[in-house]
């Protein structure tokens, strides 16, 4: 059986900042969603259920904050869901809200992310808590460190170096320029990225996202749902896939290892699998932009190369070659990215509404020229949980 | 697109000390797997629900997505109670996407305070401070059900009783065995009109289930639990609204259910029920908002022997959570048990004839969300 | 109070009791009386696991033998951390995985004996591939900081 057809016709966000004191979490996540409503033209009487994208409970100091938030989001006496990988977890969500449409039940699902992070004194404390209490929590490990890890991995196996990921920084932040909504915008030198404070060796301070507060949305509806209110301007979703890696880091560091911590081995499989229910056989070619999961520098060279934009280890020299630029043959992270915005619960779902943008050329300043197919990505956990999400104009 | 359920794993409950949480997990996701021929290679679609907080640990799914069998899978993990993974796993089937899903819920009870857990599930400014948790909300629904549904402290009683009593043929149940009724009706108010004997244990455990596609269960030489209605729905955060004792979200999720499955006369048409009797009280409550009966009229179902094992509509023949209670799996252990009873699998504790099944779970505060889901054979 | 908002602190204090499982409590035995590294190995890939754990996620099957594996190997992947977070340790510290001799994946801890302040001097000596060996704490209690690597 052929899963029912669909697509994002609505999509809300709020601008990123530190901190939201004039808001409650449930206010926040109403904000993007009723933006995302108008976006689409409906009202929260329309939608037949709620998927909720809520990522780390403690980072909000609330157990399950979307008990709080379903009826700020039309949930009351509507079917509501929690979806829960850690960072990728709007990716997951939109998965989720495909699933519902797809399965022939539901014909409009709207997908909230909110994020109300900058209430707790340092999320890296809350993020040493994702480890394991018995083996590694002990460790001091946290979310900087587990991708560091990765980076002097990718620096030993493929020659990468501190310049490369500077490099990404560099566009990163010169793209986000161009959004709105981003919350880093300030523009940066290679210099100024090397030269910066050292956080945990080789990342330093601009090799790191910021820690945001914001909500993102997107309204899915079934293809005879938008026929029914003649929405034109669709990014269809044509591609879906996750995939879970080991918990323990230590697993994916052997020599002769062919899951590498280097490598986002998970992500591989996952925009392979996507790939292949989307049809493209070269994502090299067909894809035209991509938004990437990557709260460090080091994170989007393994990235891109895990989506088949080049070969392993080649990701620093195509940076050198302006491939990923906003005028390179495929433009990563227009938007700016997670390096310039990065609010937990709602970061891989602003991923997948960015990515919308372009498919709908509606992404203003930063819009990509002749984008037909865009890819959004997810990533949790220690490098584990991956969401891949190809959009296309076509349905 | 019709999706079966194939196979059911359960550990014991009750408190494991010598079981890290991902080897409980493990047992019965290995247990789900060996019933349902399927080898973990074969499974396309892993779904896992637990409770960070209960836990401990921030992203729970990061150490059980390993011995859920998600290594290397699409797996997803599920914030809202076992049975909602049971929801997700059947969308995903549905979509046709995948043919296969696992499903797996757990949480070690005895490893932690969930009543603390629970409290600080609520808003930091309105409702944490005054002490709302666990039990504490539930206890707000019950009191308004007492009060204007005239329930007698004998008739929570019967209902521990009656649970207590099919736990004995329960082998895997943690609480077994009739405690006497002056101890229930004696025991201390833990918060009223709610007393120790009215609530369940804290139990550690886990439940897994094989879920799969219309083609690919019937491919398999065995009698699959089919799907035949599904319906989930949220009410009200805050407890002690005017109707709370009447539980919105269950009757919404009921109706949901009932239509897709086209049941007519819940009474007559369900042969056996799995529900979440969170307290002995809310038992009664739920059998109102499933239209068992009418509103007040739980009980009479309880003094009539309706809903007893050998009762016209048996409900809890596992001993249910007042027996049971491994958090958030206590709800996916109600479809498994099920599940169980419409394969004709649920051993000493088997219904009779029990063709159509129902299974029913709660999450978030109190009766917050509700789930219903319609077995048949 | 700022302002006109008003902020209302809360604190989360939870106790929880982790039970390492049988596994995980033979392997903390054998360091606290024998000083001694095991880790389990998975009957059909013949990984030797550490941490240890008591079935093998990837062939889906309990693991039994227990295998001794080195207090000596090549360090996988590392970092130093100069940025204070709160409620860990106070930086500088390195943080380490090392695959020890015989074992199949690698296992975290702490790096001791470096002077971390030079960050440069620190990097000739803790990398990639360098050779690190285990030193245990006298007095060990059961958990993963009985132990830590030290340079060779």
Redesign the interface.
Known sequence: ????NLGIIGVGQTTYVTRR??V?LPELAREAAATALEDAGIEFKDIDGVVFS?????LE????G???C??ALG????????????GAAGG?AV??G???I????FNCVLVVGSEKMGET??A???????F?????R?????A??MC???A??H??KYGTSEYHMALVAVRSRKNALNNPYAHIKKEVTVDDVLNS???????KLYDCCPRSTGSCAVVLASESFIKKIRKKKVAWIKG????????????R???SCI?D?ADS??LF??AK?AYN?AGINNPNREIDVAEIYAPFTSTELAAVEALGFCEKGESGICNEKGIFEMDGEIPVNPSGGVLTANPISATALARVAEAALQVIEKAGERQVRKVGTAVATGE???L??YTVTVLSNKI | ?KVAIIGVGQTSYGEHKKK?IDELVFESTQKALYDSGLQRDEIES?VTTG???LD????S???T??SSG???????????GGI?GL??G???V????FDNSLIVSWTKSTESSPEL??N??????FLRDCGFNSVTSLAIEASAYVNIAKVKENDAADVVLKNRRNATRNHLSHLSGSPSKRAIISSNFVSYPIRKGHLPPKSDGACALVMASEKKAKSLDKYPAWILGL???????EAGGGDSNKL??LG?SSK?AYKMAKIKNPVDEIDVAEVSDITAYHEMMIYEALGFCGYGEGKELINDGVTKFGGKLPVNPSGGILSSNPIFASSLVRVAEAALQVMGHAGKRQVNNAEVALAHGFT??ST??SCVVILGN | M?GD?I?VT?H?DIK?N?A?GET?STFFKAIMDKKVILGKKCPKCKRI???PRSFC?RCFVETSEWVNVGKEGKI????????K?????NPP?A?A?V?LDGA???????VKGIDLKD?NQA?NHI???AKARVAFKRKREG???DFWYEII
């Open positions: 059986m052929k899963p029912h004191d004039d409650t809520l990522a780390l409970d403690a100091g609330i157990e399950g979307e008990k709080w379903a009826e949930g009351y006496g509507k079917p509501f869901l929690r979806v829960h990988t850690g997951s998965h989720t495909f699933f519902h797809a399965s022939g039940h004194p340092d890296q404390s809350v993020l040493n808590q994702i394991d209490p018995i083996y590694e002990e460790l001091a490990i946290n900087v460190n560091s890890f990765q002097v991995r620096m030993k404070k050292m956080i945990c060796y080789p990342l879906v896939a996750s995939c879970t890696n080991s918990y323990y880091m230590g697993d560091m052997n020599g899951n911590y081995e998970a499989l996952a699998k229910m949790g956990g220690s584990q949980f | 697109m890290s892993v409770s960070d907080g401990g640990r921030a992203i799914n990061m150490i997505a390993g998600a290594y290397l899978k699409d797996e997803v993990k599920v914030s809202d909602y929801v997700m059947y969308l995903r549905a979509s046709g996407l857990v629970s600080m599930a609520y808003d930091p400014f319906g989930w729905s949220r009410g009200e955060y919105f979200s919404k949901m978030a505060m917050q969300g | 700022e908002q902020f809360q989360w929880y982790h390492a995980g696991l550490l941490p996620e996988e992947a590392f970092t130093i951390v100069y940025e977070f709160e409620g860990l340790p510290y943080i995985y695959l199949s994946t690698a296992i975290a801890n702490f960050i990097l990398k990639v591939g958990r993963i900081t």
